[in-house]
């Protein structure tokens, strides 16, 4: 049988993020949710639909998109909601449905369904098109509708929100643990039998790994110099290099990123660096992210209130008390900059100084003093110098994405160039 992961109508209320990438690559625990869905579903042959603008970065990174004239009659297909965080319980309940053709809803979502033959086909043609919904009113009637309570993410901060318990669902899953490293006997573990370290890592002496709340997963590569502390759950992707600091519960830290200071409740989508002293708490980083040393955010109001986030021109509650900042991929943070809690940074933005707005679309370059837009032409070629230090390079499909969003977002500019 066939697997497609597929993304619905509410890529949207994961801008910035999702602008770049499909919101199967956005991580929550210790996978992306795609990779969450292929390790689960493992012996599947998995597919994938999303927003057609985004299939050419995806052919270059070797992902088996799905066309829906390939969908043959012999062979049933499981889609699968790319926004689905409770993967395992899913799983779980399927073979509980006794139907050849079903949907499985969760308050008017479309969680997962098995198709086959002209309904499959037909599903793959609204799934290409986000709308899972019109899908669901048109098979009413014609298969069997399950209703089910799944965690579907609704929003970015849905994943900080439940990474911790995330996390600790993919260590057990895994049921990895031990070393693969090189640790110097001078490291100090807490609850040894919840850590994992890869092959090749190195922790350097007085480096502590604290699972005694959570699981910790150092990935293969990583590089943790002494005066490391990381508080379970945790997770730290490959060929990440921790600089000292404070990785408090909570974390998941993509590939290659180079980090300092004190981190909490973060996800880092991967490759971008806070290398010194500052705070990053409650926040989602996408990916080539810079955050000058002693860059700060709040993620608590004075008031002790819940944080409000803008979503698609609309101000959203977030019903979290401590909710910090989203940052869109190749954006960077002045040194020194302070950030207030519920802001979000737009792709390939700069910010510095004081007087960060709450809110800064994509490709905007200023401080308080005044913004101008950030010209594309210059933001690719920074981008490419930027993959260059990662020994990576900028490819023709990735700059022309950027600039296919460079034009996509030029309405939200408008106002703060005015």
Not at 49 to 68: A, D, V, W
Not at 121 to 140: G, H, P, V
Request: charged residues 20%; proline residues 4%.
């Amino acid at each position: 049988m066939e697997l497609c992961v597929f993304e619905d109508s509410t890529y949207s209320n994961f801008f910035p993020l999702t602008y770049l990438r499909p919101v199967f690559h956005l991580r929550c625990g210790l996978f992306t949710l795609g990779q969450r869905i292929e390790q689960t579903f493992s012996g599947y042959s998995v597919r994938y639909l999303c927003r057609p603008y985004l299939n050419p970065t995806l052919r270059e990174q070797k992902f088996n998109l799905l066309s829906p004239f390939e969908v043959t009659p012999e062979t049933p297909v499981l889609f699968v909601n790319g926004l689905l965080l409770d993967t395992y319980a899913v799983r779980d309940e399927l073979p509980h449905i006794a139907s050849e053709n079903w949907m499985l809803v969760s308050g008017g979502r479309l969680v997962a369904a098995r198709l086959k033959g002209e309904l499959a086909q037909e599903a793959a043609y609204y799934l290409l098109e986000q709308n899972s919904r019109a899908l669901m009113e048109r098979l009413a009637g014609q298969v069997e509708i399950e209703e089910y309570s799944a965690l579907l993410a609704t929003y970015l901060w849905d994943f900080v929100h439940h990474n911790g318990a995330v996390l600790k669902k993919d260590f057990a899953q895994l049921k990895q643990n031990g070393s693969q490293g090189e640790v110097d006997p001078r490291t100090v573990l807490y609850n040894e039998s919840d850590v994992y370290i890869g092959k090749g890592a190195r922790l350097d002496a007085y480096v502590v790994l604290d699972a005694r709340d959570g699981p910790i997963y150092i990935a293969e590569g990583v590089k943790i110099q002494s005066f490391t502390h990381i508080q379970g759950p945790a997770y730290i992707g490959a060929k990440t290099y921790l600089v000292g600091g404070q990785i408090r519960e909570g974390t998941t830290i993509g590939p290659v990123c180079r980090i300092g200071g004190e981190v909490e409740e973060a996800i880092i989508q991967g490759y971008s660096n806070k290398y010194h002293a500052g705070f990053l708490g409650h926040s989602y980083l996408g990916e080539w992210v810079n955050i000058g040393a002693i860059g700060t955010n709040s993620d608590l109001k004075n008031t002790y209130g819940t944080i409000r986030i803008e979503v698609n021109d609309m101000m959203v509650d977030t019903g979290m008390q401590k909710m910090g900042i989203i940052i869109g991929d190749h954006a960077k943070i002045g040194i020194g900059t302070m950030v207030m809690a519920g802001t979000v940074i737009g792709v390939g933005s700069n910010v510095m100084g004081g007087g960060v707005p709450k809110v800064v679309p994509s490709f905007i370059w200023g401080s308080e003093d005044g913004f101008a837009e950030y010209r594309i032409e210059k933001c690719i070629e920074v981008a490419r110098a930027t993959m260059g230090r990662r020994s990576l390079s900028l490819s023709e499909a990735q700059a022309n994405l950027m600039s296919h969003v460079f034009y996509l977002t030029a309405r939200q500019r408008q106002p703060m160039l005015k």
